[in-house]
Every structure is written in C-alpha cells, then in structure tokens.
C-alpha cells in the first residue's frame, strides 16, 4: 500500500475544497428530506427511484438511462477539456483515500506513514478504518435503504429475516461493502486505479494532443542528477529528489511519462513547484498539452471537435431530458384482456368482453382517475364505477366490462379498436390513452 507524502500547494489546495464539497454532499445527501420523501433514494426493492424531488418507476427508467447518459458523456467531455478531473479530483476512490489518510494522520500524531510509526500506531489506524468503515457503509445503505428503517432496526436488532438465522440483505449489504471498503483502503487502494479501473484504460481513447495531462519536462530535467553527483554539477534541473514520487498517491514517477496509473492530481506538481522555487526555477511538473509540449507558446484550445461533438450530445441530453420532465404525465397506465369475459355471447343482449385497467400514481398527491373507453362503435360500460381515487405512489386495478348490444347488429371481422382514455380529474393536462380492441367470437 502506498502511503503518499503529504505536500502544500496550490493543487493540494483546491483538491482539499473540492474533497469537502464532495464528502458533505455524499454525507448529507441519503438524510435529506422533501415533504417527508427523499431526495435521493434508489428504492431497489420496491422499485421505485427517488431523484431530485422525481419519483422515477421501472416504466420511467429511460429518465434514469438519460442521468447516467448524461454523466457518462460529462465524463467524457471534461476528459477532453481539462484531463482526468474526475480521477484525481472527484473519484469515491481519490476522496476516500484522502480521508483514510487524513484520519490516520491524525490518530497517529503525524507519524503515519513514517519510519517512527509503532505497531501500536498501525493497531489503532486498523481499528479506526474498520469504524470508519461501517460508517462510510452505512452511509452508502442509506441511498438504497430508506435510514430512518436502518435505525429502527438496528435499535430493535432486527438482523435477520423473522424466526430464522438468514441475515437481512441490508445486513448482508453492509457487511460486503464494510469488508471491500477495508480492503481496499488498508491494502488494495492505488491496485484499484493501476490494475483494475477501467476508466484509466481507456483515458489514452478520451485525450487527446489538446487536453491537458501531467507531464514531466524533459528537455529541461534531464539529464537528471546522479547519485554521485552534486546539486549543480548535472546538466539536467532535476535533482532527483524523488518528492514528486513520494506524494503520488499511486507511487508512480511521473518522470517516466504518462502512465494509467496517474490521476493528473497535480500532487507532483505542488511537490516539484516546491523544490524548483528553492533554486529560482520553474517547476519541471506542470499541466500541459501534448502540443505544449512540442510547440511551447501554443495556446490551450478549447473548441476542438470532441469538445465539439460531446458538449452538443450534452446540450442534447439536457433537452431531451427537459422535455419530458416538462410533459410528463404522472400516470401510469396499462389495459390487461380479462381472460375470464372474453367473447362472451349474451342472447338477445349482446357480447362482452372484460378489461383489467391498472393505474399507478405517479405522484406525490392523490389522483382522482377517471376512465373512458372511445370507439366508432356503440359500447355500454358495465362497471359500477369508472371513477377510482389512488393515493400518492399507489397502484390500483379496476376491472371494466364492455358490452356491444346486440340490437347494433355485429360489425363485420372479428374485432374493432377501442381506446381507453384514463384523465386526472383535476388537472386535465394529465391524460394517458391506452389502445385495446374487443373481439367477438368466431361463428
Ligand atoms: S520533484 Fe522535481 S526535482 Fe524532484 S525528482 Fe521530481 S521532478 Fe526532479
Ligand atoms: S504522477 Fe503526479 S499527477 Fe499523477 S497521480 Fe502521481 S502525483 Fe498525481
């Protein structure tokens, strides 16, 4: 496990703001509250997604396929634009290590990470981590798990699944992400961005000569100082002091180029800026295009065809998304053929046919629904009630039965369309048609 050198400057600085801003927010986030509903809440089991004051159900999910479009193609559009911003500034992994290592700083007395570290140090660090740990994991449950059902059960010691021994998977959730997170913080940690993370595979297909990277001045560094050798006796500035790799977070040397296993943190940056301004230099870690690189007194171009081309499937996917917000209907409708009155023949009557009408509540408020069924043909419906009240995020089935009288005369083929037409009585905005068709029996 790498243990970085903590180091001052600017990036350290900004990296610290951006880290505060982002913990607090993945912190706070599952316990806010909007008139009683969350905010954000991933409802798995009871199917329904809670984001931003939306409550999206499994027939809405294309609003949650349009969220992860749209990160994912952010993603790729501040690649292009500013580098890898996300791995070294916002990613759970950089933000936890941050604050793994912050907390063993603190309970060590500065000595974490250094030789006059004792095994009694590591002792508490361990048991400090494994805390945090379940914290971090509890706080995770809560984007799926409403919290106030955690705590009621954590009080009552309600673990597992009534009169047997079986875990409940809330249990068996926070145990799993309990031991990964400890892991991967007292072992695995940068193996996660060097092996296994596939985001830092394919930043080589994201940047481009235009994006800014970390890079290492070669022209200027090297050759580098030896071993035997005095500061001011090598022809390179690089004194090799091996700061810039004792901050990395990843333990790499950014000196022998641009590698998956770098977050572009800027840590090294800070670390070099340091050293360099000992002897009047500049700094030989810096951020840079690769056309910097080569043409020194080149500018950063921003408007470039990929920054082009996401932005505008951004903007797209902003629209898109807009819209149907704005137009959504919070109704959820489908028409089921009632199997049991279906091409029923009535003497002197008529046929009929029977309909299971399923309606959820899409909403926060109660919906007064009412159902009409339209058709070139002449229907009586044989249903007690076409009017049904739903609670908020309620789900109700209302059977309905169509008769054709026979005094019509039967229309010709086997079947005519009908449409079943489902209105929020108080806000006739909020319709939802759903086609069907009746059918007679085949004489
Ligand atoms: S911090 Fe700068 S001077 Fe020191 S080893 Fe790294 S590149 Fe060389
Ligand atoms: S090489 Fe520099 S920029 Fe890359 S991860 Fe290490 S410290 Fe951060």
Not at 47 to 61: N, T
Not at 84 to 106: D, H, M, S, V
Not at 250 to 277: E, F, K, P, W, Y
Not at 283 to 303: A, G, R
Request: with cysteine.
């Amino acid at each position: 496990m790498v243990i970085s050198r903590p180091i001052q400057g600017k990036h350290r600085k900004i990296k610290d703001r951006i880290n505060i801003i982002l913990f607090a927010i993945f912190l706070i986030t599952p316990f806010i509250r909007f008139g009683g509903k969350p905010l954000v809440l991933l409802d798995i089991p009871a199917r329904k997604f809670y984001i931003f004051g939306l409550v999206i159900w499994p027939q809405e999910l294309y609003f949650l396929h349009i969220i992860l479009l749209f990160l994912g193609f952010s993603l790729f559009f501040w690649t292009a634009l500013a580098g890898r911003l996300w791995c070294g500034y916002a990613c759970p992994q950089t933000l936890f290590t941050e604050a793994y290592n912050w907390i063993a700083r603190k309970v060590t007395k500065d000595r974490f990470g250094k030789p006059s570290m004792k095994k009694s140090d590591w002792a508490v660090v361990y048991v400090v981590w494994f805390f945090m740990s379940v914290f971090f994991s509890l706080v995770f449950l809560s984007y799926f798990k409403p919290y106030e059902e955690t705590i009621k059960q954590i009080i009552n010691l309600e673990f597992f699944v009534p009169t047997t021994f079986i875990p409940e998977n809330w249990v068996i959730f926070t145990v799993l992400s309990t031991g990964a997170a400890f892991f991967n913080m007292a072992y695995f940690r940068e193996n996660l961005c060097r092996l296994v993370c596939p985001y830092g595979r394919f930043q080589v297909a994201l940047l481009d000569r235009f994006s800014p990277i970390v890079t290492y001045d070669v022209k200027r560094g090297e050759p580098r100082k030896k071993p035997n050798e005095k500061v001011g006796q090598h022809k390179g500035d690089c004194i090799d002091c091996k700061l810039c790799v004792l901050v990395c977070p990843t333990g790499i040397d950014i000196r022998d180029g641009l590698q998956v296993g770098c977050l572009h943190c800027g840590l090294c940056v800070d670390a070099c800026t340091n050293v360099m301004s000992k002897f009047n230099k500049e700094t030989l870690i810096s951020y840079k295009t690769m056309e910097q690189i080569d043409n020194p007194n080149s500018k950063i171009k921003y408007f470039r065809p990929r920054t082009v081309i996401y932005g505008t499937i951004l903007t797209v996917l902003l629209f898109v998304f807009s819209y149907l917000l704005i137009t959504r209907v919070p109704i959820y409708t489908s028409v089921l053929r009632d199997k049991a009155i279906s091409n029923v023949y009535i003497p002197n009557q008529g046929w009929r046919n029977g309909y299971e009408v399923h309606i959820g509540n899409l909403s926060f408020n109660p919906l007064d629904a009412e159902i009409e069924v339209q058709s070139n043909y002449k229907f009586n419906i044989l249903t007690e009630s076409k009017e049904i009240n739903i609670k908020p995020e309620g789900y109700e089935k209302v059977r309905i039965i169509l008769e054709y009288p026979e005094v019509e005369g039967k229309p010709q083929g086997y079947s005519v369309p009908i449409t079943f037409v489902i209105k929020d009585k108080n806000n006739p905005k909020h319709v939802k048609v759903v086609k069907s068709f009746f059918t007679f029996p085949v004489s």
